[in-house]
């Protein structure tokens, strides 16, 4: 995809879930199900996928599993075939994790393999400096387009200041933000980040699981310039993906048309971070996050077990009567039925 038109189709605002990694009981990759997964999100109508990513599990770079290569080339042959089924170009989003070296050579790998972007993580690189980072990030660059990512320290990101995100936003090959750092000060600095630095193109993309509504429907205003925030890549669309896309819509034509915010959204809001925080195993700082998606999979029929590549990796005490809760709480928020209709066509 051309730079431009990439920018273009993230400025317009997508829904992007970060796909899980589907497993069989003895921790082996199930393609089978993993193209369910990838067919089941193009069908929903999400604007593409990203993968490689936390909730696609950073194991899958250990050399004992061998899975970061395999995954992205298995998402780029479905996205492949989506965008013949569906008429349209869905956005392959790759995560990149490590030093330079590293991330260099994953940013070579998702660009021979057609992706658009790359997620950039800067976990491993957790005492770097601000100039450390911008060369980093800038290397990255040269390579692949590049998405910042702010993740949230307690699941493997860093503190990022405002001083480092007013520079990341001059790098020329720099496309969007994702900002999940849970926190609303932080959230403030890359958009006020953003505004300063008079990239009108740099798209902003809510990561923030806990205020995903919201995130949507406001502007944000800095000197006089307004911003808003126009999609989402996130673990918590991975699941329910057909009222995610739905949601987004919604969000977005409040959001253009200046309209009043309806009560009604407020409230959804609300339900949508209480579901969250039963799937992201809120209660345990996050410990069951990824368990918590997959057991929403799996009562669909999409995954078959829990599995993770870390066995430790599982559901918390109390986690699955919270899934219970919401699920009762909020069937609206739901798209069992959607998933029951489609679900042995994208199996097969």
């Known amino acids: 995809m051309q730079i431009d038109t990439l920018i273009s189709s993230l400025n317009l605002g997508q829904v992007i879930p970060a796909c899980p990694l589907a497993l069989t009981a003895n921790r082996r990759l199930d393609e089978r199900r993993q193209r369910a997964l990838l067919r089941y999100y193009t069908a929903a109508g ?61 940013a070579s790998l ?18 770097a400096s601000d100039d450390e980072l911008i060369m980093h990030c800038s290397a990255v660059a040269e390579v692949l387009p590049v998405m910042g990512f702010y ?80 999609g989402g890549l996130l673990g918590h669309w991975s699941v329910w993906t057909r009222r995610a896309v739905e949601l987004h819509q919604q969000c977005r034509q409040l959001s253009l048309s ?38 929403v999979l799996r009562r669909q029929g999409l995954l078959e077990g829990l599995w993770c590549l870390d066995e430790r990796e599982t559901l918390s005490s109390g986690q699955i009567e919270e899934i219970d809760r919401v699920y009762t709480s909020y069937p609206h928020l739901n798209d069992d039925a959607f998933v029951d209709e489609h679900r042995d066509q994208w199996l097969k």
């Open 151 to 230: 993740l949230q320290p307690t699941v493997g990101g860093r503190i990022l200041p405002f001083s480092f995100w007013r520079r990341f936003a001059e790098i020329e090959n720099a496309v969007a933000i994702k900002m999940a750092p849970f926190n609303r000060y932080q959230t403030l600095d890359v958009i006020r980040a953003v505004v300063e630095s008079g990239r009108n193109d740099i798209a902003l993309y809510t990561g923030n699981d806990d205020n995903i509504v919201l995130d949507l429907l406001t502007q944000h205003r800095f000197g006089g310039v307004a911003k808003r925030i126009v």
């Open 258 to 295: 200046g309209a009043p915010i309806p009560q009604e959204m407020l409230q959804r809001a609300i339900e949508i971070t209480d579901s969250n925080a039963a799937f992201f195993d809120a209660a345990n700082d996050f410990a069951g996050c990824i368990a918590g998606l997959h057991e």
């Open 110 to 127: 998702m660009k021979g393999l057609g992706y658009d972007a790359g997620l950039l993580s800067l976990g491993a690189m957790k005492v």
């Open 46 to 106: 999400a604007g593409g996928v990203a993968v490689g990513v936390h909730t696609t599990q950073f194991a899958i770079r250990e050399p004992k599993h061998g899975l970061f290569q395999p995954i992205l080339e298995l998402a780029a042959e479905e996205m492949r075939h989506a965008d013949l089924k569906h008429g349209r170009r869905h956005l392959r989003i790759g995560g990149i994790c490590g030093t330079t070296n590293q991330a260099v050579r994953e």
